[in-house]
């Protein structure tokens, strides 16, 4: 089914009218969970784009790892600066994350609410975005919205089956389970850890 474009949401303007549904004033529970289980090495570096007020960005480094914060929305940074100044190990940057690439790729990318905030027209231009982010053999750690794709959005749903046949041409899917989550987060959801493959 092709879904019409939809408008360009205005993110800045969103955060400034505070209205921002999908901020929940902390890390994603199954983030949270994630760097308790799992074990990188600590000078690895993490991205998370789109990262609004900085929660996830900040439980990433307060887990001990060096960590930048990529989102759109100025406001959006200037809040998750002030929030989290105190935190040495941890940037906030503004940037696209479809459009422009680092000087120095991460070693992992974690993702909340970034994918399912696109036109999934351009979903195509995430995954090969995100190739360029990542270091090669880094990690990709996403949390996914699972409902089905209507063009009403954002955010805009998406499927096991589509987000594997998204991103398995260039990574490894090396886990995915049903995380905790928000209780009051009624879309379910669904996190995935992939790792890139050798090019």
Known sequence: MILPMPNDTDWEKRYQKEDTPWDKGDAAPGLVDWLKKYSLSKDSRILVPGCGRGH??????RA???????DLSNQALAEARERYEEQSNLAFFPGDFLTEF??????????HTLYCAIDPERRDEYADALVKWLKPGGYFLA???QFPLTSEGPPFGASREEIIDRFEPRFKLLE???PRKFEVRKEEERMFFWQLKSR
């Open 56 to 61: 996830d960005a900040y439980a990433c480094a």
């Open 64 to 70: 001990g790892f060096e960590t930048t914060g990529l």
């Open 102 to 111: 680092p000087e120095n790729p991460y070693d992992l990318v974690f993702e």
């Open 143 to 145: 949390i996914h919205f």
């Open 176 to 178: 995915d389970w049903k």
